[in-house]
T-cell receptor
Framework: GEDVEQSLFLSVREGDSSVINCTYT??????LYWYKQEPGAGLQLLTY?????DMKQDQRLTVLLNKKDKHLSLRIADTQTGDSAIYFC?????????????FGTGTQLKVEL | SQTIHQWPATLVQPVGSPLSLECTVE??????LYWYRQAAGRGLQLLFY??????ISSEVPQNLSASRPQDRQFILSSKKLLLSDSGFYLC????????????FGPGTRLTVT
């Protein structure tokens, strides 16, 4: 079945770049996503990339996709304390109706002063 | 603009009691709707999804059921709660034709005692 894996924790200093990595197994994934979850809150869609793209940039966020290795990364430039949160990688695509996402367990990003 | 609501925000229920969680979406028609559960340890699991009124697909056999009595209303229910039903329940929606963007509600924290 589908599986998405992420490392559990990442600690960076304010102003540095953060890179959060993710691997997935489903080669039929159409979209790859990054969601952000702050404590006690729902998930916020940060960005997503279509599977035929290698890179997507959106302000401080850069997503890289290596489809051959099934590897996705999220780079946050100039990381701020407000970026501290759990970041979820997810893969999806319309299968049997509806876009059912498979999530990783999340990476807790801690930004230190 | 579209908004998604969930209530209650938090709920404490004894084992064996019934459950009803509600999710509503505003500002869109005929959305695809999803229920996810986030158990301790942060992983999200898709429970149910619906592509229309009265159309419910179950992803994981369990103690829960879902219903969609109206176009923009999605309800998660149980007749008798188990301790293992504790978790953070998230509703999500996506627009038909733009199913690649899935947006989450604020969630309901359920504690079964």
């Amino acid at each position: 079945g589908e599986d998405v894996e992420q490392s559990l924790f990442l600690s960076v200093r304010e102003g540095d770049s953060s890179v959060i990595n993710c691997t997935y197994t489903d080669s039929s994934s159409t979209y790859l996503y990054w969601y952000k979850q702050e404590p006690g809150a729902g998930l916020q869609l940060l960005t997503y990339i279509f599977s035929n793209m290698d890179m997507k940039q959106d302000q401080r966020l850069t997503v890289l996709l290596n489809k051959k290795d099934k590897h996705l990364s999220l780079r946050i430039a100039d990381t701020q304390t407000g970026d501290s949160a759990i970041y979820f990688c997810a893969e999806g695509g319309v299968k049997r109706g509806g876009n059912k996402l498979t999530f990783g367990t999340g990476t807790q990003l801690k930004v230190e002063l | 603009s579209q908004t998604i609501h969930q209530w209650p925000a938090t709920l404490v229920q004894p084992v064996g009691s019934p459950l009803s969680l509600e999710c509503t979406v505003e500002g869109t028609s005929n959305p695809n709707l999803y229920w996810y559960r986030q158990a301790a340890g942060r992983g999200l699991q898709l429970l149910f999804y619906s592509v229309g009124i009265g159309q419910i697909s179950s992803e994981v056999p369990q103690n829960l059921s879902a219903s969609r009595p109206q176009d923009r209303q999605f309800i998660l229910s149980s007749k008798k709660l188990l301790l293992s039903d504790s978790g953070f329940y998230l509703c999500a929606w996506s627009a038909p034709g733009a199913d690649y963007e899935q947006y989450f509600g604020p969630g309901t924290r359920l504690t079964v005692t």
